[in-house]
C-alpha cells in the first residue's frame, strides 16, 4: 500500500496466479474508489447510489408520495434512494424494484423477479402498484462482447426498450432516467424520447467514473399514450 499524488492510501492488487489482468485492474480500482467506500460507511447497496443522489439534487426527479419503478434494479443502491426520497420507508410513496436476478430486501421497496421486457410485465407492474407511476428508471448496461459497435446497439437497444416500457407504465407528466454511453448511435432514441417527453437532456453526475463515457438520459414531462 502507498500514497497516491493526493495523499490518499492507494490499494495495490498483486498480479500473478489464476487472476486476469482485467481482473486484477477492475479489483485494484474498486478499492481505491472514494465512492465505494463511501458506499460501505453510509450502507449503500453500490457506489450507483451516489449517481442517483446527485442527479435529483440538481432536478428534483423524486418527490413525496411518487410512485417509481426501478428497472434491474439489483443489487438495489438506486431502489435504497428512491425509497427515502418519496417516503416510501414511511408507507408515504410507492417503490417496486424489478429485476431478473434476486434482491435481498429493502424497507419500503417492493421487489418483483421477472423480466420487464416481458409483455405481461406492464400488467403486473400496474397491478402491485395499483395503477400508473410517476418515475421510470433505469441503471442497466448491456452485456458487452467486446466488438465496440456491436456493443453501442446493444446498449442503446435496450435503453430503447426501456423507455418503450416507460411509456406504457407512466403517468402523463411522468419521468424517465437511464443510463447511456456517449456514441452516435443513439440518434432513433434521442427522436423516440422527444417524441414522447416534453423536455429531454443529458446529464452526467461526478459520480460516474471521469474516464467512463457514462452519462444519463432524463426524459420529463411524458406526453401519455397516444
Not at 459497435?149 to 407504465?169: H, M, N, P, S
Not at 443513439?186 to 417527453?197: E, I, V, W
Request: one cysteine or more; proline letters at 4%.
Amino acid at each position: 500500500m502507498a500514497k497516491d499524488k493526493t495523499g490518499r492510501m492507494h490499494v495495490t492488487v498483486k498480479s500473478g496466479g489464476k487472476r486476469k489482468l482485467s481482473s486484477k485492474l477492475w479489483l485494484e480500482r474498486q478499492l481505491n474508489d472514494p465512492y465505494v467506500m463511501q458506499a460501505k460507511r453510509d450502507g449503500y447497496r453500490s457506489r450507483a447510489a451516489y449517481k442517483l443522489l446527485e442527479m435529483d439534487d440538481k432536478h428534483r426527479i423524486l418527490k413525496p408520495g411518487m410512485s417509481v419503478v426501478d428497472l434491474g434494479a439489483a443489487p438495489g443502491g438506486w431502489s435504497q434512494i428512491a425509497a427515502k426520497r418519496v417516503g416510501a420507508v414511511d408507507g408515504k410513496g410507492k417503490v417496486v424494484a424489478i429485476d431478473l436476478l434476486e434482491m435481498p430486501e429493502i424497507p419500503g421497496v417492493t421487489f418483483a423477479q421477472l423480466d420487464f421486457l416481458d409483455d405481461s410485465a406492464p400488467d403486473k407492474l400496474r397491478a402491485m402498484m395499483g395503477g400508473d407511476v410517476d418515475v421510470v428508471m433505469s441503471d442497466m448496461a448491456a452485456n458487452t462482447t467486446g466488438h465496440r459497435k456491436t456493443d453501442q446497439l446493444r446498449i442503446v437497444g435496450l435503453v430503447e426498450t426501456a423507455a418503450a416500457f416507460a411509456c406504457e407504465v407512466l403517468k402523463p407528466g411522468g419521468t424517465f432516467v437511464a443510463k447511456v454511453f456517449q456514441s452516435g448511435a443513439d440518434a432513433t432514441l434521442q427522436a423516440q424520447l422527444k417524441r414522447d417527453f416534453t423536455a429531454v437532456k443529458h446529464v452526467k453526475p461526478a459520480a460516474s467514473r471521469a474516464d467512463s463515457s457514462e452519462r444519463y438520459v432524463l426524459a420529463t414531462g411524458f406526453r401519455g399514450q397516444t
